[in-house]
């Protein structure tokens, strides 16, 4: 598999990064990005393009397959998609973090997540790292509201929540922060264009 160059970033940028297998890429990722821009005040989103998720049993889509779709679903000159934990050669969330802090130090990372990767954040390797250093914006989805709201980790940070009223504060709040807003979601899921034999299909942007 061919790694790339990093991509570029400056000591004082704020960089939010949105993780995942993205097999497939669509529009939902997309629309999650340009609201976590507005709503969290974001200049420059990455999408970490994973060579694979530990969590799930069965391998994704073909990693150079799956990021030229991102690319297609996402021409935004805010928006780079990458394939840093392939270069990197790290394999959970936390050690891509840390990775990344030692790389660009001075630039400010804010995790990305859907309410669904909330409500089960416990489960993933060193989670309570990942709060304790880098502030997470949590956007809505369709029917996790409430088991995210409920979660683990929501309970045990919630002296550390932002509201969704002050959600342009988190890119300037130290970890551990976090804020979790709702906003109008697409119902897509790479589940169900899977299914649908949606890799045969052009994205549709």
Same mark, same amino acid.
């Given at each position: 598999?061919? =790694? *790339?160059?990093?991509?570029?970033?400056?000591?004082?940028?704020?960089?939010?990064?949105?993780?995942?297998?993205?097999?497939?890429? *669509?529009?939902?990722?997309?629309?999650?990005?340009?609201?976590? %821009?507005?709503?969290?005040?974001?200049?420059? $989103?990455?999408?970490?393009?994973?060579?694979?998720?530990?969590?799930?049993?069965?391998?994704?889509?073909?990693?150079?397959?799956?990021? $030229?779709?991102?690319?297609?679903?996402? /021409?935004?000159?805010?928006?780079?998609?990458?394939?840093?934990?392939?270069?990197?050669?790290?394999?959970?969330?936390?050690?891509?973090?840390?990775?990344? %802090?030692?790389?660009?130090?001075? $630039?400010?990372?804010?995790?990305?997540?859907?309410?669904?990767?909330?409500?089960?954040?416990?489960?993933? /390797?060193?989670?309570?790292?990942? %709060?304790?250093?880098?502030?997470?914006?949590?956007?809505?989805?369709?029917?996790?509201?409430?088991?995210? =709201?409920?979660?683990?980790?929501?309970?045990?940070?919630?002296?550390?929540?932002?509201?969704?009223?002050?959600?342009?504060?988190?890119?300037?709040?130290?970890?551990?922060?976090?804020?979790?807003?709702?906003?109008? %979601?697409?119902?897509?899921?790479?589940?169900?264009?899977?299914?649908?034999?949606?890799?045969?299909?052009?994205?549709?942007?």
């Amino acid at each position: 598999m061919k =790694r *790339h160059s990093l991509p570029f970033a400056r000591s004082g940028q704020t960089i939010g990064l949105l993780g995942g297998s993205f097999d497939p890429a *669509h529009e939902g990722h997309a629309h999650i990005t340009r609201e976590a %821009m507005k709503r969290f005040g974001l200049r420059r $989103v990455w999408w970490l393009v994973s060579p694979g998720n530990p969590l799930k049993a069965h391998g994704p889509a073909p990693l150079d397959q799956r990021m $030229v779709r991102a690319r297609g679903v996402i /021409q935004d000159p805010r928006v780079t998609v990458t394939d840093v934990e392939q270069t990197l050669g790290t394999r959970y969330t936390t050690q891509t973090l840390a990775a990344l %802090m030692r790389r660009y130090p001075g $630039v400010r990372f804010v995790w990305l997540m859907g309410a669904d990767n909330l409500a089960q954040l416990h489960h993933w /390797q060193d989670w309570q790292w990942i %709060m304790d250093h880098v502030p997470v914006g949590v956007l809505a989805r369709p029917d996790d509201r409430i088991s995210a =709201r409920l979660s683990r980790a929501a309970r045990l940070y919630a002296p550390y929540r932002i509201t969704g009223r002050a959600s342009q504060t988190l890119v300037r709040a130290d970890a551990p922060a976090w804020c979790f807003v709702n906003v109008p %979601m697409s119902g897509q899921s790479s589940s169900a264009i899977r299914a649908a034999g949606g890799w045969n299909a052009p994205a549709q942007t």
